[in-house]
């Protein structure tokens, strides 16, 4: 398993009128703790891009346990499990300051060929980033 942590403070943009995280913001705060984890482990987007693969979200799950507050730092967990295959799951748990969960979630997404947009195997890219982590 591997595990990355993201540190993101709430901003009042991101609020609703009780100053609370909205709901919508949740997926974006997902995908910088995703982005960062694969910069963690080597690879970016860009990267990605480059070889001609795109990674499109397939599925998202959230679950709310209480609510995140402007102004508050907040820590994102991100998991990944198991290796990717053609799809590639992300789980995330989010902590307010006082380390009390807040949100769990998860995203799914699946390499692309970024011509046609139709599925493909792993990317010899990841194989080769994830091979020796999973052994």
């Known amino acids: 398993m591997l595990k990355s942590y993201t540190k993101i403070r709430v901003r009042y943009g991101e ?4 100053k609370y995280l909205h709901h919508g913001n949740y997926a974006l705060y997902y995908e910088e703790a995703r982005s960062k984890m694969l910069r963690e482990l080597g690879v970016s987007y860009r990267d990605i891009e480059d070889f ?29 499990k198991e290796p990717p295959k053609v799809r590639f799951k992300f789980e995330y748990e989010i902590l307010n300051e006082n380390n009390e969960l807040v949100n769990t979630g998860t995203t799914t997404l699946v390499f692309a060929d970024s011509k046609t947009g139709k599925p493909i195997r792993t990317p010899q890219i990841f194989k080769d980033l994830f091979f020796d982590k999973f052994s």
Request: net charge negative.
């Open 52 to 80: 001609g693969v795109i990674m499109p979200v397939l599925e998202m799950t959230s679950r709310f346990y209480i609510p995140a507050k402007f102004d508050e730092l907040l820590t994102i967990i991100t998991y990944i």
């Open 15 to 18: 609020t609703d009128r009780m």
